[in-house]
């Protein structure tokens, strides 16, 4: 069982920076996307960034890829989200999870957003104005 632990949330204003880190263990062969999400009070649980592990590919929410970074660290097993330009509409609970790459409809990748089984516990960002 893929473990992911996050750290690295905390409180900033408008315009600030957060980066996140999702530490990756037990991983297995076919385990080669991570990816962040994020779930919002009352709204739904959406993807943020992920990065296929084995060909470093980056995939964005449309946007946010002007704003958010996605990056693998090998040496110590770590996917970071370097957070720009924070606004108070990034507020949430960010999540790190691990899947395989699945069908997108044009090849095998890790854009597709509802097939990640494991999951972390979360890590609070708060932006105030």
């Known amino acids: 069982q893929v473990q992911l632990v996050e750290s690295g949330g905390g409180s900033v204003r408008t315009g600030g920076s957060l980066r996140l880190a999702c530490a990756v263990s037990?991983?297995?062969?076919?385990?080669?996307?991570v990816a962040w999400f994020r779930q919002a009070p009352g709204n739904q649980r959406e993807g943020v960034a992920a990065?296929?592990?084995?060909?470093?590919?980056?995939i964005y929410a449309d946007d946010l890829k002007e704003r958010f970074t996605i990056s693998l660290d090998d040496e110590y097993a770590t996917v970071s989200l370097q957070m720009n330009d924070l606004k108070p509409e990034d507020t949430a609970t960010y999540y790190c999870?691990?899947?395989?790459?699945?069908?997108?409809?044009?090849?095998?990748?890790?854009?597709?957003?509802?097939?990640?089984?494991?999951w972390g516990q979360g890590t609070q960002v708060t932006v105030s104005s």
């Open positions: 037990k991983v297995t062969p076919s385990t080669k996307c």
């Open positions: 990065i296929d592990t084995y060909t470093d590919t980056t």
């Open positions: 999870a691990a899947g395989e790459r699945q069908w997108d409809g044009n090849r095998f990748s890790c854009r597709v957003w509802t097939k990640y089984t494991s």
